[in-house]
T-cell receptor, first 111, second 113 residues
Framework: NAGVTQTPKFQVLKTGQSMTLQCAQDMNHNSMYWYRQDPGMGLRLIYYSASEGTTDKGEVPNGYNVSRLNKREFSLRLESAAPSQTSVYFC??????????FGPGTRLTVT | GESVGLHLPTLSVQEGDNSIINCAYSNSASDYFIWYKQESGKGPQFIIDIRSNMDKRQGQRVTVLLNKTVKHLSLQIAATQPGDSAVYFCAENTQGGSEKLVFGKGTKLTVNP
């Protein structure tokens, strides 16, 4: 099993550009999550999806949209990137317990 | 402990020593806690968990202690190795059955050879 995979690994955008971060898991988990991680700030939840077809806002949803394409895939879209969105983005999925499994991250820089 | 600023708390130990990393959690109703390890450039990795009806749980070289009276969680690493160098996060499930975890800001552990 590959676990949780994310693409791309690195991305540089100009202010105002859009992009989609992709996430897929092969563990048959129902729940999936998107976090951002900034220096000294820990992990902050952007959006999550408790099951296919449902999505909910987390702590910092502004400027982002998500799509739960199917059980495996959960994408995060930045419609008009801003420098404040420079961060490392992690996708995670969860089994029946509370433990979340994380992907390797996408390092995004917005100039 | 946890930091509210831009700088992570740090802990520096000698190889072979025992390490203790602390976490003050926020919600007295939290029923589940996890410790994660994050190595540089990687995603967080599960280490050990504990439910609120326990006060101690042991894994391989790691022990988690839970003190609900003062809302304190600690992670003890025995015989610390250079490969243990990482940032360690605690996380809590603040609502029973909630989909969400709340993460602490992390402690950076450096193991000196």
């Amino acid at each position: 099993n590959a676990g949780v995979t994310q693409t791309p690994k690195f991305q540089v955008l100009k202010t105002g550009q859009s992009m989609t971060l992709q996430c897929a898991q092969d563990m048959n988990h129902n729940s999936m999550y998107w976090y951002r991680q900034d220096p000294g700030m820990g992990l902050r939840l952007i959006y999550y999806s408790a099951s296919e077809g449902t999505t909910d806002k987390g702590e910092v949803p502004n400027g982002y949209n998500v799509s739960r394409l199917n059980k495996r895939e959960f994408s995060l879209r930045l419609e008009s990137a801003a420098p404040s969105q420079t961060s490392v983005y992690f996708c995670a999925s969860r089994d029946r317990r509370y433990e979340q499994y994380f992907g390797p991250g996408t390092r995004l820089t917005v100039t | 402990g946890e930091s509210v600023g831009l700088h992570l708390p740090t802990l520096s130990v000698q190889e072979g020593d025992n390490s203790i990393i602390n976490c003050a959690y926020s919600n007295s109703a939290s029923d589940y806690f996890i410790w994660y390890k994050q190595e540089s450039g990687k995603g967080p990795q599960f280490i050990i968990d504990i439910r609120s009806n326990m006060d101690k749980r042991q894994g391989q070289r790691v022990t988690v202690l839970l003190n609900k009276t003062v809302k304190h969680l600690s992670l003890q690493i025995a015989a610390t190795q250079p490969g243990d160098s990482a940032v360690y996060f605690c996380a809590e499930n603040t609502q029973g059955g909630s989909e969400k975890l709340v993460f602490g800001k992390g402690t950076k552990l450096t193991v000196n050879p």
